[in-house]
T-cell receptor, first 111, second 115 residues
Framework: AQSVTQPDIHITVSEGASLELRCNYS??????LFWYVQSPGQGLQLLLK??????LVQGIKGFEAEFKRSQSSFNLRKPSVHWSDAAEYFC?????????FGGGTRLMVKP | GAVVSQHPSWVICKSGTSVKIECRSL??????MFWYRQFPKQSLMLMAT?????????EQGVEKDKFLINHASLTLSTLTVTSAHPEDSSFYIC???????????FGPGTRLTVT
């Protein structure tokens, strides 16, 4: 069975600092991987996705993620965090047509 | 990106009553929609997979008689919480799956409070 792990429940960074959110997965085939962001009381917005090809994928809002098969990881990065990036971030894996979500990482941004 | 709507965005109901939540795919046809439940500060928990024209597939531990799902058209799925109790209070999110790009598009969620 597939699984997604986000090791960091909470992360706090200063505005303008760089950010990396970790995501590890377990899946027996080539994964389709996603990162979503959720603001309080809202649905999920897709930041980026990886299906195949270039292992470094660019997303919206200045985010990028790198797929590393050898490490079973799909970490999300942003070079300079803005206060509006404070939210909950979910990594997800698509198996068939169903998504398996990680537990989420809550990002807090210090002024 | 594609748009999925949910209605209502929030609802308060009394214990013992039923509540219906609608999920609409506004600009594509979705043979498959999903219903999730999210508790505060937790991840999304898949409740059921809704397939157009057939019965929903429920995840283990989800009561199918309590959470009725109907997917009568390619753009509409409904979740009815029957005989609601306070423990059913939660944030319910739907998504619509688009086969052409393997993506799920999420609705904005419905906050249900049972008093």
């Amino acid at each position: 069975a597939q699984s997604v792990t986000q090791p960091d429940i909470h992360i706090t960074v200063s505005e303008g600092a760089s950010l990396e959110l970790r995501c590890n997965y377990s899946y027996g085939a080539t994964p389709y991987l996603f990162w979503y962001v959720q603001s309080p009381g809202q649905g999920l917005q897709l930041l980026l996705k990886y299906f195949s090809g270039d292992t470094l994928v660019q997303g919206i809002k200045g985010f990028e993620a790198e797929f590393k098969r050898s490490q079973s990881s799909f970490n999300l990065r942003k070079p300079s965090v803005h206060w509006s990036d404070a939210a909950e971030y979910f990594c997800a894996l698509n198996a068939g047509n169903m998504l398996t979500f990680g537990g989420g990482t809550r990002l807090m941004v210090k002024p | 990106g594609a748009v999925v709507s949910q209605h209502p965005s929030w609802v308060i109901c009394k214990s013992g009553t039923s509540v219906k939540i609608e999920c609409r795919s506004l600009d594509f046809q979705a043979t498959t929609m999903f219903w999730y439940r999210q508790f505060p500060k937790q991840s999304l928990m898949l409740m059921a997979t809704s397939n157009e024209g057939s019965k929903a597939t429920y995840e283990q531990g989800v009561e199918k008689d309590k959470f009725l799902i109907n997917h009568a058209s390619l753009t509409l799925s409904t979740l009815t919480v029957t005989s609601a109790h306070p423990e059913d209070s939660s944030f319910y999110i739907c998504s619509a799956y688009r086969d052409s790009n393997y993506e799920q598009y999420f609705g904005p969620g419905t906050r249900l409070t049972v008093t």
